[in-house]
C-alpha cells in the first residue's frame, strides 16, 4: 500500500461555498528485490538449510541485516528437482518370514525409478537378497487392468512387512506396500505412485513469525512460507510448479532483522534428502528466490 500523509488543515477551511478538496502527499514505498540463490553459497554443504546473516567469520556477532522493513513479498520462487525417489529416506525394508520365524532387512538401491515395474523388480531384487537367510523367493505378477498394482509372492513361506520400517512409513507414496500384519504367501503391493514427497515446504523461522497462530506443539515443518508440488514424478530434472499463492508479510519498522534462515523440508516434515555431489552443481540439485522488500 501507498503511504499517505495529510497535512493539518484548519477546521474552518471548509464551507457552504468553498468546497475545495484537501491536497494530500503521497510517498511511494522504498523497493528493492532480494535473489537469493542456493548456487551463490559456496561453503554451505546443505544447501536445503540455510542461515544468511552478516557474520563472515567464526565467532563474530551478527549486525543488522535490515531494518525497518515494512513489508516483504515474495513474487517467485523454483526448485529445480535432481532427487531420486528412492532414497536412504525411504529404501530400508523389514519384513517377517514364517520360514525363519524373524524379521529381515534389505535395502533398495538408491536411485531415480521411472516406471512402476522398474520400482517393483527392483523391491524382489532386494527381498531376494536375503533369501539365504529368510528361506523365501520372491517374485511378482502383474495384476491385470492395473497396471501400477502388483502380486508379490514368495516360495518358501509366507511372509509381511514391518509397520516401523522405512519402506512402508515414509514409501507410501512410492510404492504403497501393504499394511496387514498377517503373514501369507502373496500380497498386493501399489498402487505405485512414485513420488519421495509430493511437494516442497520452503520454511523460514524468520519471516513466518508472524504468518500464523502457534500451539505448544506446533513443529519446525509449520513454518512454511512456500509449499510448491512436484507434478511428474518421472523426470529426474524437474522444475517444480511455481502456481502459488504469493504470501505478503507485514512486519513491526521499529524491529530489525539479524538474520533470514530458509529450511527446505518434504512432505513428512524431515530436512529435504538431496544425494551428495549434487547440490548445486550443473544439472543437479538447486532452488532460488525472489524478495520484493519494501520499507
Not at 504403497?176 to 519421495?196: C, M, S, W
Request: with cysteine.
Amino acid at each position: 500500500m501507498t503511504s499517505v500523509f495529510l497535512e493539518p488543515v484548519n477546521e474552518n477551511i471548509y464551507n457552504r461555498v468553498n468546497l475545495e478538496p484537501q491536497y494530500v502527499t503521497t510517498r511511494t514505498p522504498n523497493r528493492a528485490i532480494l535473489y537469493l540463490d542456493s548456487q551463490d553459497c559456496t561453503l554451505e554443504l546443505n544447501k536445503a538449510d540455510i542461515l544468511m546473516s552478516t557474520i563472515s567469520s567464526p565467532g563474530e556477532n551478527p549486525s543488522k541485516l535490515s531494518y525497518g522493513i515494512n513489508r516483504i513479498t515474495i513474487p517467485a520462487c523454483a526448485i529445480y528437482n535432481n532427487i531420486p525417489n528412492v532414497n536412504p529416506r525411504n529404501n530400508v525394508i523389514t519384513f517377517f518370514s514364517s520360514n525363519s520365524g524373524l524379521f529381515h532387512t534389505v535395502t533398495v538401491p538408491e536411485g531415480f525409478y521411472t516406471t512402476p515395474t522398474a520400482l517393483i523388480t527392483a523391491i524382489v531384487a532386494a527381498l531376494n537378497t536375503a533369501t539365504g537367510a529368510s528361506g523365501l523367493t520372491f517374485s511378482f505378477t502383474v495384476i491385470s487392468g492395473f497396471p501400477d498394482r502388483f502380486n508379490l509372492n514368495s516360495a518358501g513361506g509366507n511372509y509381511f512387512f514391518d509397520l516401523n520400517s522405512l519402506g512402508v512409513k515414509f514409501g507410501y507414496q512410492l510404492w504403497n506396500l501393504p499394511t496387514e500384519q498377517v503373514a501369507t504367501n502373496t500380497k498386493i503391493v501399489g498402487d505405485i505412485i512414485g513420488f519421495y514427497s509430493r511437494y516442497v515446504d520452503i520454511t523460514s523461522d524468520t519471516i513466518s513469525k508472524y504468518a500464523k497462530v502457534r500451539t505448544l506443539t506446533t513443529g519446525k515443518g509449520s513454518n512454511v512460507i512456500i509449499r510448491l508440488y512436484f507434478i511428474d514424478y518421472t523426470k529426474p530434472n524437474l522444475r517444480v510448479d511455481t502456481n502459488f499463492q504469493r504470501p505478503v508479510y507485514n512486519f513491526l519498522p521499529s524491529e530489525p532483522i539479524y538474520s533470514i534462515q530458509f529450511t527446505l523440508r518434504d512432505q513428512f516434515g524431515a530436512i529435504l534428502y538431496i544425494p551428495p555431489g549434487a547440490q548445486g552443481t550443473a544439472g543437479g540439485f538447486f532452488w532460488n528466490i525472489q524478495l520484493l522488500i519494501e520499507i
